[in-house]
């Protein structure tokens, strides 16, 4: 998922919200919905911003990944999260009206190709294969970590201490395909032993439960995890830091408006605010907004 992760000034808070409170018919699992009929707040969108939005595009149906906290996930019927909240603050500077609904990984980048969803908010790492079809605006750099159940005493202090291990990963996730595709490299004749779940929870769950070794996951996600829960050790190992945040169909004229509003709510303070209140700032914050496309994969 996710891309590996690896890191997670100071004006008034600008624009907080886009939507009104998001109501879920279904939770958790691999598609809730949100039947969230999300209005604009009261407030001016940024100019500047909204003439970057096509005329017809006043609205947009946005996936959300279900349970990726502290970015994205569902609690108590309410998708929550940091990189919710700067969605919506950019929903307002674009003058529009976003649409939350919370989903599975796996069907999230089908959805944004056949049109089902304009724009995921699900920490889509960046890589070569997505940027065939896909175009990211990042919120954050971050890079993948390794947990293992507390107590096992483990030491992952490079890659290569995990080989020969059990390694539980997220389908879909830039950690499945990085892991898969250099385990020879890495590990020669004593192989990571890779399984994939079908969601986080119980990738976490089968290592806290000793069936599966270790657990290999974006850093900011796995440490807020571990810290919650109090089940996992975390490494101190970053590996492979790379730009994640939402995506959108290659070629959508999304991309340049969620990237001018990326930067206005960078510019008023108004991101620093909202990843402070979510207690992940870091190395990974960004000081400027990107468009990465296969055109321009550096943005």
């Excluded at 690896?6 to 409170?21: F, I, K, V």
């Excluded at 809730?32 to 940024?46: F, I, T, V």
């Excluded at 959300?64 to 906290?69: I, Q």
């Excluded at 954050?140 to 947990?147: H, M, S, V």
């Amino acid at each position: 998922m996710t891309g590996t992760r690896g890191g997670r000034a100071s004006a008034a808070l600008a624009a907080l919200t886009a939507c009104a409170a998001l109501v879920l018919s279904a939770c958790g699992g691999n598609d809730a919905k949100s039947s969230s009929g999300d209005a604009p707040a009261e407030q001016a969108a940024d100019p500047a911003v909204a003439k970057l939005v096509p005329a017809n595009l006043k609205s947009a149906k946005v996936a959300v990944f279900g349970d990726w906290a502290p970015e994205e996930y569902v609690e108590n019927g309410q998708i929550k999260g940091w990189s919710v909240d700067l969605a919506k603050a950019m929903a307002a500077k674009m003058g529009m009206t976003f649409t939350y609904q919370a989903t599975g990984f796996d069907v999230i980048i089908p959805g944004l190709n056949n049109g089902r969803y304009d724009v995921a908010v699900a920490s889509l790492g960046v890589t070569p294969d997505r940027l065939a079809s896909l175009d990211f605006v990042p919120l954050q750099k971050e890079g993948t970590a390794f947990g293992w159940k507390k107590g096992a005493n483990l030491d992952i202090a490079k890659v290569e201490d995990v080989c020969g291990k059990s390694v539980a990963v997220l389908t879909g996730a830039w950690e499945y395909k990085y892991l898969t595709e250099n385990n020879a490299k890495i590990c020669g004749s004593n192989p990571m032993r890779i399984e994939q779940f079908k969601d986080q929870p119980s990738a976490e769950l089968a290592v806290s439960s000793g069936r599966v070794q270790v657990v290999a996951a974006g850093s900011g996600k796995l440490k807020y995890s571990a810290k919650q829960s109090g089940r996992l050790d975390t490494s101190n190992l970053l590996v492979n830091a790379v730009y994640n945040g939402l995506g959108v169909k290659q070629g959508s004229p999304l991309g340049p408006a969620l990237k001018a509003a990326l930067q206005a709510v960078i510019a008023d303070g108004t991101y620093a605010k909202i990843r402070s209140k979510w207690g992940v700032t870091s190395q990974g914050d960004l000081t400027s907004a990107v468009l990465i496309t296969k055109a321009h994969p550096e943005g």
